[in-house]
């Protein structure tokens, strides 16, 4: 499941900026940690954030989904090609330190998709467009953050009605990897065309509603926010700062 | 009355085009009018109404040649296909409506009082809390037009706003028209629909291959209906009725 899926959980009622901050944190994290420990730390916060927004389930099992490609690469570059100690693994030996890495890896990418799939569930894109325009954020730059957190869910639903309708025309989905490589192109197609025909006309429709314009936006319901969440927003940045720190204190130690 | 619009031989070529789309127009749009343009797929209707509100070639690019004055503050344009109309960031039907005021920077009382004028001239308030893409089409074609009306737009552009609705709907809509236009707006409809555009336009143009092939009042000009085309098969002699009044008195005499 990819998008926003409505609920009442905290991580919903939370100002956006909180949600996204949360996120973000998670992302910039997983680059300063880099000990198995540190890693697997920031995968058992990225699993809480999803509990917290009640999206678990759906988030965990597309996150695994997503990253699933790269732990294999992982594991058979950094298995096959690691340092020396090898542990027998049925007919090949792999790398002790090349798993490790594997693990921290798979891990640090693993945590950053999660946390980013709970935040697309329980960022609300209208929410979002309100707190930033209550901001005085130009509505250009709303509109292409906003966008980014619908494009996903609007690309699938197209590409589900395309799927039924050149189902209906006979096109099969099923058999062997080469027949459903060849079924891409009738779903491919009309998905991308379809996509840049109604730009053009949702580029209009906002010109003309004024969106081009350089009048300060009015916000109609901007989302509450206290000082709670904005010293949290602070100190999770504080906390990021941090662990660059330490991550750059160790390298020169 | 005003004149809103004016083109004076006007021509307008897409960029890549050969042909142009629009060749030696001249017309007049002022407040009050509802303009009905009719013509047949790729006459070049949906291009008039782009030049005469100044999106083309504005925001569709291309090229414009001969004198066009727009003294319009602001132009609206409804689509035919609504839900390319759609912002995407708005999670019900009041806030799409409210979206074009919000751009203008009015105060929110005045952006919610408009949202809510433009909902009830198109009698769609039921629909204020839902979420506009779980309308139908033909609901989401009024609140498109609900949506262009909440601009108070010195000209409305209308291309064919029926497309996705019921006859009893595309009556409704089209009933809204002369209101609009009484209130000093100058409404301009591109339409295949000439018994419905006859009933309500004040002056007609038809197109054929960008060309203004006939202008003047709409019994003078919207003759392909349904009415015309038995009074024709009847082998009644031009000009024909072309609708069921004029049918009547015709017959009467």
Known sequence: MIGYVDGTSPLHRAHPYTTLALSGALLFGAFALTRPLEVGLLVLTAVLFAATGRVLRSSAQ?????????????????GLLGAEPRMAFGPVALSVPGIARALVLGGRVTAIVLGFLTALATVSPHRLVEAMTADGVPFGRTFLLASTLTVLPRMRERATQILEAQQCRGLRLGGSIVARLRALGPLALPLVLGALAEVDEQVLALDARGAAGSARRTALDPPPDSRAQHALRWALLALVAAAYAWKFWRMRG | MTALVVLERVTFTYAGAVRPALADVSLEIAAGDVMAVTGESGAGTSTLLLVATGFAPRVVGGTLAGTRRIAARRCGVVFARPWTQLTGLCSTVRDEVA???ASLGLPRATVLAAARNAMETLHIEQLAGREPSHLSGGELQ???VAAALAMRPDVLALDDPAAELDPEAADALYDVLPVVAAAGTGVLLATPDSER???????????ASGRIVAEGSPAEVLTDTEVARIARAAGCPPPYPWDVPSLLRRVER
């Open chain 2, 99 to 101: 979206f074009g005021p």
């Open chain 2, 197 to 207: 555009a006859g009933r309500v336009a004040t002056r007609a143009v038809a197109l």
């Open chain 2, 142 to 144: 009024r609140v498109m």
């Open chain 1, 62 to 78: 597309t996150a695994l989904l997503l990253s699933l490609p790269i732990w294999i690469l992982l594991f058979v570059l950094h």
